[in-house]
Each structure stands twice: as C-alpha cells, then as structure tokens.
C-alpha cells in the first residue's frame, strides 16, 4: 500500500513552468534583473549623450545669432545685450576685442546668471551621487572630459575654442565637466568683421538632473525586478526543494528496507531535470524491487532443490548402519554417493549463477569470431566424448560473424546449449547448428531431434530448476540451471536466447542466441 506522505498531484507543479529545464528557469529568475541593469546602465549613458548632443547645438546657434546681434551695435547696446540673453537663457557672455582683450562680462555688468557648486560643503548624499555618477561612467566606459577650470588672465589666448575661432571664422563648442561632475558648454564665435569674438559658458545641470531623474526610475525599477525575481527564486525553490524531500523520504523508507510500503512519485507533468531524476528513482525502486524478488525466489529455489538430495543422502546414510546386506549396503553407498555429487553440481551451478551479474558487469569484452568458437568446441566435445554419440552438424556459411563479448562465458553457452540438445536427441540422431549474420546481429541456432517444446512451456524451460528430463536420463544428472544462465549471459551480451520449433517441421526443437554483430 503506497504511503500517503510520499504522494505528488500536478497541483504542486504548473504544468507550463514543468515543460522548462531548471536551467533555463534559473538562467531566466537570475539573468533578468541583470540584463535590466546594465541595459538601463547604458540607456543612461544613451540618454545623455543625446542631451548634450542636442545642448551642443542650441549652443552653438545661439553663439551665432548672439554674435549677428552683437556686429554693429553700439557699446552701450552690446553690454545691455550681453545682460539681456545672459539672464534669460542662463549663461555667462563675454566679449572679446580684435587684441583679445576682455571688455565686456555680463556677470560683471549684472548679476550672475548661475552659480557653480561649491563641493566643499556638500552633505554626503550629495558625494554619494556624484560617486555613483562616476561610477556609471566608468562601467560604460564613457569618454574622458576634461574639467572646467576659469583661467586666470582673462584674455582670448586663455580660451582653445576662442582661439580656434579667431583663427577660422568659425563657431566653436566645447564640453567640460565642473568639480560637481555636472556638464560646462562653452560656445566661441566671431563677432562681426573687426576681430571681436564672443564667449558663452553654460552650467548645463538640468541635464545632470535629468540623468539622475532617469537613473532613479532605473533603480525603482530594478529593484522591483530584484523583489520580484526574489520571490520567484523561492517559487523556484519550492519547486525543486519540495519533489526533491518527496524523493529523498521515498530514499530513506526504501533503505530502511520498506520499499514496499513506498510508492515513488514519477512526476508525469515535469519534463525538467526533477521529473527525469523522479522517474529515474521510480525506475530503480522497481528494479531493486525485482533483484529483491529475484533473490527470496533464488533462495526458496535453492533451499528446495538441495533439500530433495540432502533428505535421500540423509536417508541413505541413517539406514547404513541398520542394513547388514552387503549388496543393499552397497546400493545405499551408490545413492548416497549419487547425492553427493548432485548437491556438489547443483552448489557449483548456483554459485556460478550467482557470479555472472557481477562478473559481466567487470569484464573486458572482445572481439569473438563465433563461428571459430563454436568449431573449437565441438572439436574438444569430440575429443572427450561429450556428444553421447550424437554428430554436431555445423553450417556456418563463410563469412564473419564476430561479436564483442567474453570468450569464457560465450562458451559456457554454446556448451549448455549443447549439452541440451544432446540429452533430448534420440541416439545417433545429429544434431544441427547454424551461424548467420544479417549484418546487425550475429544467430546460432542449435537444434535436436527430441521431443519438441510445447509453445505454452517455450519461456518455462529458461526459468531456474526447470528439470523436465527425457524419461530415459537418470535422475539429478542435471540442475536445471543451464539454460536459466545461458540466457543470463547472452542477456549480458546485450543478446537474448529463445526457444522455437524446428523451422522445418520436422520433431524437435531450436535454441537461438542472438548477439549483437562486430562491426
């Protein structure tokens, strides 16, 4: 009766997440979050590339348009001009004479348009946001720029971009950073035909504030994926943890030697690593399940097969002393002596019955021509007069037939088959074998002259201890084991052995192993 706690519905598992490996389910709960940060990292150095880009502009027209507006005007109009666009677009405009000379500054005619930050003083979010400024900087390998810093001679000369245009005729726009890590867009242009130039400087910090603005929606927004990939971790724990405690009880009960009592979840709707090692666990119980049978019936087998002779050696050896005939003494002696031999053969068979598992599973196979093996083994039966007169009649038809396997326990086969065959021919009757290969698999039939084997006893005759002997064989000359192992061993093989009926209709029967071909 399966135990209640080891029980698993399909409730406990979504079919649609069991349909995915742990692995991709893992990758995906870990690689998400991830991908959202440095995706969004990168966005953000995107994001403010392109202001800048956009700013550069702005900058450079209204260097332009200011400069036109300028040309002409007389002093008075260009320092109230200078105030003017100053104040409104929040930037510092200087002018520059044909010398280089500074002669005009609308910080110096009015109120400063903007301040730069004083980092001295900054709290220590304040710090902690321009670290993580620079930190971001450096993860998306943003270009260098190169700080801001107001030149003690106030002169064209002092300035590159005020040089360049005085040179060129041209507007020139810089990019550099002030001590807070906020952008500072200079703008340089000529101003008229005469050599005076114009300068504008910007403390863009609204696109600084804009980048953070993003940036704190990117970390709202992480950590709301971080939270939820959180939770589906544990969803995903779950998922593996809980079948796994199923499996491991089912384990423990099963060493406990309560395997029957265990009914190991399979957990059909799981296609993942869990499912597979379920149905892996489910399949080995069955099969411990089976060797455990296998072995309480190989030992009730044993104990009744050795308990016939052990009972009429007893017998024998409990009346010797109470027979004084020497002709019946000695005919108690002959059984006697005929038991001690059938439970020497029957504990020889049994113990190499019991080897062939372990043994097979330690060997080193080879290359076997089978048809060279079975040669010489009717050639040594012959010598040693094995065949009960009977001709071992071999047709094998002259092309390979090699298989990979142990050259000891093959033979071991062919002899068990022949011995079969020979025990079940009427005397002198031949008896056939056959070697064929189709290419896949190698076949050696053996077949005899006996009484046939009824369809419905064809698998009975390769159990243990099945004895049906002809009437004529003296009782306890076999085990009933040879066949049980000869199929044992072909098994092993990765082959199988059967029994048929005589392919031509004729009395008798066929034995035929089949082994895997040698390429």
Same mark, same amino acid.
């Given at each position: 009766? !399966? ?47 392109? @202001? ?15 400069? %036109? ?18 104040? *409104? ?20 005619? !009015? ?14 979010? &304040? ?26 001679? &106030? ?42 130039? $114009? ?31 959180? $939770?589906? /971790? ?7 943890? /809980? ?12 060493? &406990?030697?309560? %395997? ?29 399940? &089976? ?21 009429? $050696? ?34 020889? *068979?049994?113990? +190499? ?28 039966? *012959? ?9 071992? %009649? ?9 298989? $990979? ?38 076949? @050696?039939?053996?077949? +005899? ?5 009824? *369809? ?64």
């Amino acid at each position: 009766m !399966a135990d209640p706690q080891i029980g698993l519905t399909g409730d406990d598992e979504p079919g649609i997440v069991g349909r995915f490996s742990l692995t991709a389910r893992i990758l995906v709960v870990n690689i998400l979050p991830l991908a959202l940060l440095s995706g969004g990292l990168f966005y953000l150095d995107t994001y403010r590339t392109q @202001l800048i880009d956009e700013r550069f502009k702005l900058a450079r027209i209204e260097a332009q348009i200011s400069a %036109e507006a300028l040309a002409g005007a007389s002093k008075e109009r260009q320092e109230a001009l200078l105030v003017q666009i100053g104040l *409104e677009q929040g930037m510092r405009m200087r002018m520059f004479d044909i010398e280089g000379l500074l002669w005009a500054d609308s910080f110096e005619l !009015a109120e400063p348009a903007f301040q730069f930050d004083d980092i001295s003083d900054d709290e220590w979010d &304040q710090q902690f946001t321009r670290w993580l400024d620079n930190a971001i900087s450096t993860i998306v390998r943003a270009e260098d720029v190169p700080d801001y810093v107001e030149p003690d001679a &106030q002169t064209a000369d002092a300035f590159p971009e005020l040089v360049e245009a005085r040179e060129q005729g041209l507007s020139q726009v810089r990019l550099y950073h002030w001590r807070d890590g906020t952008p500072v867009i200079t703008a340089a242009a000529p101003v008229g035909l005469r050599g005076a130039t $114009l300068l504008t400087v910007r403390n863009a910090v609204d696109i600084t504030e804009s980048v953070r603005t993003a940036r704190s929606a990117l970390v709202i927004a992480t950590l709301a994926v971080l939270f939820a990939s959180a $939770l589906l /971790s544990l969803y995903l724990a779950r998922t593996i943890v /809980s079948p796994l405690q199923l499996l491991a009880r089912a384990a423990q009960k099963v060493r &406990q030697g309560r %395997e029957r009592d265990v009914e190991v979840p399979r957990l059909p709707e799981r296609n993942d690593e869990i499912g597979q090692l379920a149905r892996s666990v489910s399949d080995m119980t069955s099969a411990l399940r &089976q060797r455990i049978d296998a072995v309480d019936s190989f030992a009730a087998d044993v104990a009744h097969e050795i308990k016939n002779p052990l009972a009429s $050696l007893r017998s024998a050896v409990e009346s010797l002393p109470k027979v004084e005939d020497p002709d019946l003494r000695r005919e108690l002696e002959q059984i006697a002596t005929h038991d001690v031999r059938r439970i020497d053969r029957l504990v020889s *068979e049994i113990s +190499d019955a019991s080897r062939i598992d372990s043994e097979m599973s330690r060997a080193t196979l080879e290359s076997i021509d089978l048809t060279d093996l079975v040669r010489a083994i009717i050639g040594n039966r *012959e010598n040693r007069a094995e065949n009960q007169d009977h001709r071992i %009649e071999l047709d094998a038809r002259g092309f390979s037939a090699k298989v $990979l396997g142990v050259g000891a326990r093959l033979e071991r086969v062919v002899e068990n088959l022949f011995d079969n065959a020979a025990s079940f021919s009427p005397p002198e009757a031949p008896i056939e074998v056959m070697i064929d290969n189709d290419g896949e698999c190698v076949t @050696l039939t053996v077949c +005899d002259s006996g009484p046939g084997i009824p *369809e419905d006893s064809r698998e009975k005759v390769f159990t243990r201890f099945h004895s049906i002997r002809p009437d004529a064989e003296d009782f306890g000359n076999h085990s009933g084991l040879g066949l049980a192992i000869a199929r044992t061993i072909a098994e092993a093989h990765d082959g199988n052995l059967t029994a048929e009926g005589r392919p031509d209709g004729k009395r008798g029967a066929c034995l035929r192993l089949q082994l895997p071909a040698d390429a």
